[in-house]
């Protein structure tokens, strides 16, 4: 389910990096909580953002959240299929379902996202 | 199967499908030529459609509206009357929205002629009455807040919000101060962040301790001077009093940003304390909650501002003031935020909280407070045998639970909230505040009686026990109503805004 090669975010977002940019998507965890998404509002490209900024939202049917990138960097692509069909976002979140691509800031900083055992600890931890 | 569905041994349903039970709507009522008045005969010369407008505007068809009798209309709406549910048919417990009861005192008053029939474009001297219930209103609300004055105009309490967050703004300019940040607290009242946004600034978010109270080493550290205001809300969304309130009003001043207060639960603590000696410098209030004007569909908000002194100069424009001359409206405001709303806001409402502010007076006031805040604690401990309750600091006047003990069985808030309706309860407001995960937030308001709290907390309880033997039957819920479990997801993903002809329905 949370895959080796991908970092993981405590406001549930997973980063894909691949060399100079990365994907990002949210996790299982946080598609569970949201339940059925019904909307998806992500930002445009070109964009550049700080860590922790706010970048769009989620909003199911049961709250809007907002979407947070853990990595600096500029939008490269945003994944318009999750845009015009939201549910992809709950039935394969982690591949399909992937919300934005970034060319990561040069001095950017991922070393307080969290490895899959890390994550998967860590959410255990916030079911319980 | 659900009962409705239930058959006798011969086939024979034993609840027919009823058709008014699912009214068809106007549009499919329509029957051509169907009229429901007959216009009199018209009485002066009549002249050609062809002669009086060019064809580029003429309209080839007509706008499908329906026709229909006045009987059919009459039935339409009240077929459709019968399925709302109203704080006059039983509890409305839905947390942060306080739906208590509104007072028949209340409508009569605002039914008095000279409320009724005045025109807000009437000569001053001619509504002097008008302007003297802003002003007792205002006086009133002085009182009760501890503020320094009070605009009445904001017509609901997020456009409350706005206009606070415009004077702070305003404010901020005035002293040459251009901060970019607000921080609200994730027990904040929803509409607080896009209050902040909507008026320029990031929203920087703090996250609640344990006790479900914000954390005030967070706070120093959050608190800089490019921080224009903290946005409070008093008592928050899990019902719980901020304590710390001086404390935390001394770290927001000591860094220049200002204290904005979500009032909108005032109805805990109304007639106790006063927002302006806790240190607030902004406050709205609901008059639609705290001073029984009807919402919900009953009737407008209403979300009067009061502020301190440093902010009044920004009130938007007019205020009522009191002089030798009578009533007048002040206009002259160069500081001014400006006009919010036209004429004079609310105007229904304003005379509806007026007269419950009075008919209650002071002491009945504080008695509110108490009652709102008895009434919650007893669903709580009603309930708490029942139900997971994720903080267990005091709370006010509503209480926070959640679905942690029934999901084990696969029951869910969603669930319960439908089952609810089967007992004959609107269901509290699920899934709200978001730092909460499946919570159920239950506000009784002070309107509800001892034997009204009984028979929810009995509800509750049978639907926990059920959760329990027969999670399956919880999960079918609702059965009851006029429809069953919609499909809330589809309905978000596709919605149908529209009615469409049969002809047309497939394009």
């Given at each position: 389910m949370y895959l080796d090669e991908y970092?993981?975010?405590?406001?549930?977002?997973?980063?894909?990096?691949?060399?100079?940019?990365c994907v990002l998507g949210v996790t299982d965890f946080a598609q569970h909580q949201l339940g059925d998404v019904v909307f998806v509002e992500l930002p445009e490209v070109g964009q550049t953002f700080e860590a922790d900024d706010e970048i769009g939202s989620i909003e199911s049917v049961k709250a809007v959240a907002e979407l947070y990138t853990p990595v600096a960097g500029e939008v490269v692509e945003t994944n318009e299929a999750v845009v015009d069909d939201p549910e992809v976002l709950n039935s394969d979140p982690h591949n399909n379902g992937w919300l934005i691509k970034m060319k990561i800031d040069a001095g950017a900083d991922l070393s307080g996202l969290m490895s899959a055992d890390q994550y998967k600890e860590f959410i255990d931890g916030e079911d319980a | 199967m659900s009962e409705q569905e239930t058959s006798s041994a011969t086939g024979h349903s034993q609840r027919p499908a009823i058709a008014w039970r699912n009214p068809p709507l106007l549009f499919e009522l329509s029957r051509e030529g169907r009229l429901g008045v007959e216009l009199p005969p018209v009485g002066v010369a009549e002249s050609a459609l062809e002669e009086l407008l060019p064809e580029s505007v003429r309209r080839t068809d007509l706008a499908g509206l329906p026709?229909?009798?006045?009987?059919?209309?009459?039935r339409h709406f009240i077929r459709l009357s019968r399925r709302n549910y109203t704080p006059e048919l039983s509890l409305y417990p839905l947390g942060s929205c306080t739906m208590k009861y509104n007072p028949r005192l209340n409508e009569e008053v605002v039914r008095l002629p000279g409320f009724a029939n005045s025109h807000p474009l009437q000569p001053i001297s001619t509504v002097q009455g008008n302007l003297e219930l802003f002003w007792a209103l205002e006086q009133a609300l002085i009182q009760l807040t501890g503020l320094s004055r009070v605009s009445l105009s904001p017509a609901?309490?997020?456009?409350?919000?706005?206009?606070?967050?415009?004077?702070?703004?305003a404010a901020l300019d005035k002293r040459g101060e251009g901060r970019r940040y607000v921080l609200i607290p994730d027990s904040a009242h929803g509409t607080n962040p896009a209050s902040a946004a909507f008026a320029g600034y990031q929203v920087k978010e703090l996250l609640s301790n344990e006790h479900g109270t914000l954390d005030l080493e967070d706070l120093e550290r959050a608190m800089t001077e490019e921080v224009a205001a903290l946005m409070l809300t008093v008592p928050n969304t899990l019902g719980v009093f901020e304590d710390q309130i001086l404390e935390i009003a001394r770290i927001v001043h000591s860094k220049g940003g200002l204290l904005y207060c979500d009032g909108a639960n005032f109805n805990a603590f109304i007639g106790k304390v006063r927002p302006g000696d806790m240190g607030v410098d902004v406050l709205h209030m609901n008059l639609h909650k705290t001073f029984t004007t009807p919402h919900g569909g009953g009737g407008p908000g209403s979300g009067p501002v009061a502020v301190?002194?440093?902010?009044?100069?920004?009130?938007p424009a007019p205020l009522v003031n009191s002089g030798a001359d009578g009533f007048t409206l002040d206009f002259d405001r160069p500081d001014s935020i400006g006009r919010v709303r036209s004429f004079?806001?609310?105007?229904?409402?304003?005379?509806?909280?007026?007269?419950?502010?009075?008919?209650?007076?002071?002491e009945g006031l504080a008695k509110i407070a108490e009652?709102?805040?008895?009434?919650?604690?007893?669903?709580?401990?009603g309930l708490e045998g029942s139900y997971h309750l994720p903080y267990t600091t005091p709370t006010l006047h509503e209480v926070v639970f959640t679905?942690?003990?029934?999901?084990?069985?696969?029951?869910?808030?969603?669930?319960i909230a439908k089952r609810l309706m089967d007992y004959g309860f609107h269901p509290p407001t699920i899934y709200f505040p978001i730092n909460v995960s499946g919570a159920l937030m239950i506000e009784p308001t002070e309107?509800?009686?001892k034997e009204d709290l009984d028979s929810f907390v009995e509800a509750m309880c049978s639907i926990a026990i059920e959760a329990e033997e027969a999670p399956e039957l919880v999960q079918g819920a609702p059965y009851t109503t006029p429809v069953r479990r919609c499909d809330e997801a589809l309905a978000a993903r596709k919605p149908v805004l529209r009615w469409h002809p049969p002809e047309a329905a497939d394009s």
């Open positions: 970092l993981y975010s405590k406001e549930h977002e997973w980063v894909h990096v691949e060399g100079e940019t | 026709e229909v009798s006045e009987v059919d209309v009459i609901a309490g997020a456009q409350g919000e706005f206009v606070g967050m415009l004077m702070v703004r301190g002194e440093e902010l009044v100069p920004f009130l004079h806001g609310q105007f229904g409402m304003l005379v509806r909280a007026l007269a419950y502010i009075v008919g209650m007076g002071g009652n709102a805040v008895l009434n919650a604690n007893y669903l709580r401990k679905d942690k003990r029934q999901t084990a069985s696969g029951v869910t808030t969603l669930d309107t509800a009686a």
